[in-house]
Nanobody, 126 residues
Framework: QVQLVESGGGLVQAGGSLRLSCTAS????????MGWFRQAPGREREFVAT????????RYVDSVQGRFTISRDNAKNTVYLQMNNLKPEDTAVYYC???????????????????WGQGTQVTVSS
């Protein structure tokens, strides 16, 4: 059983920053993609960012490009999402996700990810 535990969510004003962390435990396979998704009330879960084991294959959704940075520390089995210049439209529950087996491309599809964290709330006020 793989568990992903997230932290770092909270309430910030527009223009502020947050850093989300997600630590994997259990039968983890580190040489994979880990990503962040988010889900706002009444909306489907959407892709935010993903990163490969070696940190060289990264993708972002267009709306966060230049504001968010995904990174990972494999020694700690942890992936991060640094979120700068937050906007009210970034408000959502943010989920950490991982793929259970080797992957070639940085997939953005929810269905391709096998493990999910519990979600952490990010609220950005105007």
């Amino acid at each position: 059983q793989v568990q992903l535990v997230e932290s770092g969510g909270g309430l910030v004003q527009a223009g502020g920053s947050l850093r989300l962390s997600c630590t994997a435990s259990g039968r983890t396979f580190n040489r994979n993609f880990m990503g962040w998704f988010r889900q706002a009330p009444g909306r489907e879960r959407e892709f935010v960012a993903t990163i490969s084991w070696s940190n060289d294959r990264i993708r972002y959704v267009d709306s966060v490009q230049g504001r968010f940075t995904i990174s990972r520390d494999n020694a700690k089995n942890t992936v991060y999402l640094q979120m700068n210049n937050l906007k009210p439209e970034d408000t959502a529950v943010y989920y950490c996700a991982a793929i259970s087996r080797p992957w070639i491309i940085p997939t953005t599809r929810v269905g391709d990810y096998d493990y999910w964290g519990q979600g952490t709330q990010v609220t950005v006020s105007s």
